[in-house]
């Protein structure tokens, strides 16, 4: 690890002014610090300042009726135990489950998440099946883009030279739910993944895979199978098979192409059902 | 059982006890090493003056050895830094030292290695497709070849009812000690010191000694808190480079890996290739014939042990009346071959059982039934000739035919019961020495090993002392003194601290005993107590202080003193079946039957192990909590073994995954409840019959865990890691023709 500045601002505005005044390949910005760390002391990132959102308050979480918002800061661990994400966005309160360990999730955030931009990312996918949206703020104001346009790319994401993740906006709770699949079940990185939710207020499946390179993805082709509230086995089988067609699911040193393929009827399937049983 | 259960409990919960990485003394540098950057390649040139150029900073490579160790020479083979070529991707090339760990990386980082690349060997299977030919046993890249036989070979496979032929594949492992190679090193004028995290500070000292082409005498090593060990510390590492450091800098040096790089670098257990053929006629094996292609990285020729160790191992504990065998240990542009709890056994007991239950099967056999009726027992003679001495595998493996059968009574859907076996003998043949000490306050026992996490040298001695003299086991004190000081051992590996080094103890403990009985006139046996707090000794239903029967020579020494050694047996093979290559008879026949149930995921091929049992042939238990403790971490690592852990190699040498997040060993996720089962009474070596119990917990492991797969799902997984993906191939293979019951 080289050596750097740690930069605590107590504002988000005087956060954004901190980034605004270094040039943004010098800096990090330090949520749990969970993933950053890593790449700190591997020497991958070479940071002169990092700055740490600590003090700002955003370690927060509202429902708004049936609309969630999260706070960038807020640990995972908080996450999952709100009795009411677990009760109507389970399949968000199984993703965040499937993050490391119970000690890790006390550090990791939501926001870090996301501004990380992981192709492993086991909350991407979940989000992108529930519509979240980010809230950002900047050194021009604040404005609010859809996950699925704020996560480009492995490590890219849409953030703007000194911008921040304020939120996630979670639209409506939806019956969900976030199947994986890995080498050993506990403390390691999905190699495969499946997110779906059924959105009351549209009528309709929203379903995301992920795992492999270059991010996790929605997958159209797959909502319009599963169709109506209440699909058939043919529906999901059709589901399935937009899937494997139609993702351009790859392999690295993780899994092989073929198997990666080989998992989305199973997961697809299981996790339909799990929804299923919701919807009753 | 009196004392505490572990005497340095405390000391490490409260994170007291100080590792070799703790180790932070006066005025010392931090040290980093420069690695190569190809597996294989010339070396033209290593520029040292970036390093030099920066703040205090020393920096040394193969140039500088002749300044640094004048007049001495030391092994051709192995010297500190290479001078004109790279053999594996990684490999030190210079070293540096600073005032700060970061300055220190910052100044290996600058150095530059000139490397014209070279074609790298990595993969055995591509080297040899055809298998390597006769002509091949003189070819450089072949560091040991074994062949052996007994019988008309032909004639048993051309008469067989069933013959069977498979080809197995295991993967390379990492013995991952929680802590990573680290020492201290500090040189004042002739005397080489270093303190480090070892397992055994005798052997550091004479690999030193070899490299740098010092006398023994010289060199001081003392071993610090083990952060465990695994087999992985059992020989030097980091030692002659801190030492170099040192010298060059006039100050304490601390060189510790990162973790990383005790991936990058480490000595592991490679992968290997094994061509099995059975012949089985009216229910009896009448032949096997076993190929083996073992990758052992750059490991010398001449000194692969594994490759004639093992191949025994691959014939397994069964009676095998005609057979032939023969195994070429490769070297490749890998880090040498380096010993992993039990090296290559568990692979072993994987691919002989796995292999022998499809045999079973093939010929229409139930496979528990067929192994039960090949078991050794005592009397048998092993494929190369040597007796069978008292061995209680058959016992065991009775006794888990039975759990096994109970299990599956009550196994649901999806779930399958696997019973497998393996064996072992412990390397009691390599020395141990130590000096017993008794005074009116109790017995004193110095030696030479730290405690490298297993309890065997703090419980396990203290154990056999008290077993021995009956006295309390908080009056017994184990002590430790440098190489300079101690009595010579050869270390903690081999499943040999209780077996060998605590013979030493109990011969000594005999000898000082049987001298107080001389003065008592004892007609019967001598024990000691306490009493008033004071050891006495008793005898014939009485008992006298100690104070009262020592000498005045004694009482000025310190105490009643005594010496033991244990040098170990050996028996012998019939020399008239090695036709090539060194082979190895068994010191003591130790093994293990155990049972697993797992449960298996169809469509994503994960497996999940439910419950587990273990039965070992032990000989004597010396300690029930050690004991049942080295059983329980033996199978939660062949866990990793056989479902998760994996070194992946690029074609060009790289390791793919060096680090926790991609070679994944166990977490307590994984590791489900396990029963264990002593079966005593078939003597060992050891004290009071005791046999070893380091490295056997973990070599039935993969084969059970197999066993259980196939049982649930039908998948007959011929490589390891059994991972989810393996499994799932396994089961297109069979495309669930195979039923589990």
Known sequence: MTEFDLIVPSTPDEAVAVLHAHPPEEVAVLAGGTDLLFDLDGGRLRARHVVSLRRLPWRTLDWNGATLTIGSTLPLRAIENDPDVRARLPGLYTAVRAVGSVALRHRATLGGNLGRASPASDLVPMLLALDAEVELVGPSGERTVPVDRFVEASRKTALRPSELIRAVRIPEARPSAYLWQRVRPFHDISHMAVAVAFSPAGARWRVAVAGFPPRPILVPAAEAALGPAHPSDPDLERAAESIVREAPIVADRRASEEYRRRLVRPLLTRAVRACGEELR | ?741
């Open chain 2, 1 to 741: 059982m009196t004392g505490p259960l572990r005497p340095d409990l405390a000391e490490k919960l409260a994170g007291a006890a100080g590792y070799g990485v703790d180790l932070d003394v006066p005025g010392m540098l931090w040290g980093a090493l420069v690695l190569a950057p190809v597996a294989h390649g010339r070396l033209t040139g290593v520029d040292l003056a970036p390093a030099r150029a920066l703040p205090g900073v020393v920096a040394i490579g193969a140039e500088d050895l002749p300044r640094l160790l004048p007049g001495r020479e030391g092994d051709r083979e192995r010297p500190a830094f290479p001078t004109d070529t790279i053999v594996y991707r990684n490999q030190p090339v210079a070293a540096v030292a600073a005032p700060t760990l970061a300055r220190a990386r910052e100044a290996a980082r600058a150095v530059t290695v000139h490397v014209e690349p070279l074609p790298a060997v990595v993969d055995v299977e591509s080297r040899f497709p055809d298998w390597p030919g006769p002509e091949a046993a003189g070819r450089p890249e072949i560091a040991a070849h074994v062949r052996a036989r007994h019988g008309d070979v032909e004639a048993a496979f051309r008469d067989a009812g069933t013959v069977v032929r498979e080809i197995y594949r295991t993967a390379s492992v990492h013995p991952v000690a929680l802590e990573p190679h680290a020492c201290v090193a500090d040189v004042e004028g002739d005397r080489w010191h270093v303190r480090t995290s070892t397992q055994s500070p005798f052997g550091v000292r004479e690999d030193v000694a070899s490299i740098l082409g010092l006398p023994e005498s010289s060199i001081v090593v003392e071993g610090t808190w083990v952060g465990g060990g695994f087999g992985g510390k059992g020989a030097s590492f980091v030692e002659p480079w801190a030492l170099l450091l040192a010298k060059a800098a006039g100050r304490p040096v601390r060189l510790a890996l990162t973790y990383r790089e005790e991936f990058l670098l480490g000595r592991t257990t490679l992968p290997a290739v094994v061509r099995m053929e059975t012949a089985v006629r009216d229910g009896r094996i009448t032949a096997r014939r076993v190929r083996l292609l073992l990758d052992v990285g750059t490991s010398l020729p001449g000194r692969d042990f594994t490759t004639g160790y093992s191949i025994g191992f691959l014939l397994g504990p069964y009676r095998t009346p005609v057979f032939e065998v023969e195994g070429y240990a490769v070297r490749t542009n890998k880090p040498p071959f380096g010993p992993h709890r039990a090296p290559f056994a568990p692979q072993c007991a994987f691919m002989v059982e796995s292999h022998l239950e499809h045999v079973a099967r093939e010929a229409g056999l139930d496979p528990l039934a067929f192994k039960a009726d090949h078991l050794w027992q005592e009397g048998d003679t092993t494929p190369l000739g040597q007796p069978v001495l008292p061995f209680g595998l058959r016992t065991a493996f009775e006794a888990a035919r039975g759990l096994a059968a109970e299990w599956r009574r009550s196994a649901p859907p999806g779930h399958g019961i696997g019973v497998g076996v393996g064996f072992w003998s412990t390397s009691t043949g390599a020395g141990g020495e130590a000096r017993v000490t008794l005074t009116p306050e109790g017995i004193r026992i110095d030696q030479a090993e730290r405690d490298i996490g297993s309890g065997s040298v703090l419980v396990g001695l203290a154990a056999v002392a008290e077993r021995r003299s009956h006295l309390p086991r908080e009056r017994i004190r184990v002590a430790y003194a440098d190489t300079a000081h101690a009595p010579y051992d050869a270390g903690v590996f081999g499943s040999r601290t209780v077996g060998a080094l605590g013979r030493a103890v109990d011969e000594a403990l005999v000898e000082i005993l049987g001298r107080l009985g001389a003065r008592l006139a004892a007609r019967g046996p001598v024990t000691l107590g306490v009493e008033d707090g004071e050891v006495v000794v008793r005898a014939d239903g009485g008992s006298r202080p100690l104070r009262a029967l020592v000498t005045p020579e004694e009482e000025r020494a310190g105490g009643l003193t005594a010496s033991g050694k244990h040098y170990g047996r050996s028996g012998v093979i019939d020399e008239h079946r090695v036709l090539d290559g060194t082979f190895y008879a068994y010191t003591d026949f130790t093994g293990a039957a155990h049972v697993a149930e797992v449960a298996v995921d169809r469509d994503t091929g994960s497996v999940r192990v439910v419950r587990y049992a273990a039965f070992h042939d032990v000989g004597t238990v010396i300690d029930p909590f050690t004991a049942r403790a080295q059983v329980e971490g033996g199978v939660g690592m062949g866990i990793g073994t056989a479902l998760t852990e994996e070194a992946i190699w690029s074609p060009e040498g790289r390791l793919v995954n060096p680090g926790l997040l991609d070679y994944r060993i166990p977490t307590l996720g994984e590791v489900p409840p396990i029963d264990v089962t002593f079966v005593e009474g078939f003597r060992g070596a050891g004290p009071f019959g005791a046999k070893g119990l380091g490295e056997p917990p973990i070599i039935p492991v993969p084969a059970t865990i197999a066993s259980a797969v196939r049982d649930a799902v039908g998948a007959h997984v011929t490589e390891l890691p059994l991972n989810p993906e393996r499994v799932t191939r396994a089961l297109s293979r069979t495309n669930g023709t195979e039923q589990g019951p």
